[in-house]
């Protein structure tokens, strides 16, 4: 067995928790709106044709902002389609996902939807194959109370009320060529700054999140940043990230290490925001929205025949995730959270079906996915403020990000004592060892008088394993003994390739 040693102390105070850390994405692609969260002939849906039973799972997910509607589908919408009459919404080509789009699902759905699921709304605007005066009619429409053509047309349309959106991404992946409309970071950075100045004259309380790039393997990483920020400093409160990670040639060592690359990208990014701050001798700081991030097997997907046709809804990139997974979407979990003083939104792509922590069958039932699990379980434990944690752990080689630590954590405490959860302390970790337990020594001197409520642990002999069908609770937290503390210090035992969840409490 490896050993390892951890300290947590309040002093190593990162940032509050942001609650938009726990966000994820609704984009019409494949089946993640039609028959994901929405199917009117399922058995349990409910008066708008919401399934009920996806909605419960996207409640005990915690996710608590959703980005929509897309994703490249963005890039082609006209949101003017997807209003008004269901009979009489038109029938689009999608050509993001060669697909069609009946629009049978459009905004005041989703509003409902979101209201259902208790979410907040991060709403995208089309700037690939559209511009200002389309994203600010959009604004009007879901945002003015009443009495101009447009929020009168919300009015008629059934929402009496606004939508009140306070986020809004300013196109997506704009760097990248196979968006419908790609541009070249000066154009687009033109265009963000007139599109963000036109929607705070509407409204200068708005959220606005510039494109970042689409991965940080983009050869313009960096520069696109820069120069995009050039544009729409004063405009915008965040810059996006984007990341997808897979297991590549057998490689699991690098893969589990992920969440390095992750850190990594986030630091880059920051670095690039704060350049530009310092040449503009700004006060004001640009954080960042890393508002797609997940396991992605996208060589497989790239290696797929595309198929001939334009479907409604096919099945696209409905990965099944394993144990594997499930350990690095709990390790970039736990990098989001250490960023917590920039990172203050994030969103899991996506959340049903599509590269997504809850599946669905058209007519059939729903189920968690192996990574619904850390999420639910950050979401739900990691509250109130990040604190640093100090680990002294074993390392490993791996062949794509050199000699990374082989347990990785962070820490939440909060730190108001009122309410059933004050005090507690949480404390995130994986153990990436593919064959290794790690005895880890936690040094809670820092917080006298706590005591372990439960240590959670997700790890399975069979790392291939996977939540299915017909098992869907293969995998799923277990309860793991927990020791006493002694003279300040709790021991613990992490699996090899384990997520885990400590939760202590002061006594009494
Ligand atoms: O989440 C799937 C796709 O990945 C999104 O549409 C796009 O923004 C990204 O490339």
């Known amino acids: 067995m490896l050993s390892a040693t951890l300290a947590v102390d309040p002093a190593f105070r990162v940032a509050d928790v942001s609650h938009r850390l726990f966000g994820s994405f609704v984009e019409h692609m494949g089946r993640c709106v039609y028959t994901g969260i929405f199917e009117p002939d399922h058995p349990q849906a409910d008066e708008d044709g919401l399934r009920r039973d996806v909605l419960a799972l996207v409640r005990e997910l915690g996710v608590t902002t959703i980005r929509y509607p897309g994703g490249n589908f963005v890039s082609g919408f006209r949101w003017e389609d997807s209003v008004g009459p269901a009979a009489d919404r038109p029938t689009r080509l999608d050509l993001a996902w060669h ?30 194959t559209r511009g200002v005066k389309e994203a600010v009619d959009l604004l009007e429409y879901c945002n003015h109370p009443r009495g101009t053509a447009l929020s009168d047309r919300r009015v008629a349309n059934g929402a009496k009320d606004p939508f009140g959106i306070r986020m809004w991404c300013l196109g997506n992946e704009m760097d990248g060529p196979w968006q419908t409309g790609h541009k070249t970071a000066e154009e687009y950075g033109r265009l963000a700054a007139e599109t963000a100045r036109a929607m705070r004259m509407v409204d200068p309380g708005l959220e606005l999140v510039a494109c970042g790039s689409s991965s940080s393997a983009m050869p313009t990483f960096g520069s696109w940043e820069a120069t995009v920020l050039e544009h729409v400093y004063d405009q ?18 690098s893969f589990l290490a992920s969440p390095a690359d992750m850190d990594h ?126 680990a002294s752990t074993p390392t490993y080689e791996t062949a794509r990000y050199g000699e990374v630590p082989v347990i990785d954590t962070v820490a939440t405490h ?24 790690v005895e880890l020594a936690i040094d809670l001197r820092a917080f006298p008088g706590y005591m372990p409520v439960e240590h959670t642990v997700l790890a399975d002999p069979e790392i291939r394993a996977a939540n299915t069908l017909h098992h869907p609770d293969r995998v799923r937290p277990r309860a793991a003994p927990t020791g006493p503390v002694t003279d300040g210090h709790l021991t613990v035992t992490l699996r090899p390739i384990s997520w885990n969840v400590i939760r202590l409490r002061p006594a009494g």
């Open 265 to 390: 990208f986030i630091e880059a990014v920051v670095a690039t925001a704060d350049h530009v701050r310092a040449k503009r001798r700004a006060t004001k700081r640009i954080n960042l929205s890393f508002d797609e991030w997940n396991v992605w097997y996208l060589s497989r997907y790239r290696t797929q025949d595309p198929g001939d046709g334009w479907p409604v809804a096919p099945r696209v990139i409905e990965d099944q995730y394993n144990v594997a997974d499930a350990i690095v979407v709990g390790g970039l979990l736990i990098s989001l959270l250490r960023h917590s003083d920039r990172v203050t939104a994030a969103c899991l792509a996506q959340l049903v079906n599509v590269i997504a922590p809850i599946r669905s069958e058209p007519g059939g039932p729903a189920w968690r996915q192996t990574i619904f699990h850390p999420f639910a379980q950050a979401a739900r434990y990691a509250r109130g403020t990040v604190l640093r944690t100090e």
């Open 236 to 253: 915008v409160d965040y810059i996006s990230c984007h990341a997808y990670y897979e297991e590549l040639d057998g490689d699991l060592a």
């Open 99 to 128: 697909s069609t789009e009946t629009n049978a699902f459009g905004l005041h759905e989703f509003a409902r939807w979101a209201d259902k699921a208790g979410v907040e709304t991060m709403m995208a605007v089309n700037l690939g």
């Open 414 to 437: 909060i730190t108001d004592s009122d309410g059933p959860d004050g005090g507690e302390l949480t404390i995130l970790a994986v153990n990436r060892h593919t064959t290794d337990a």
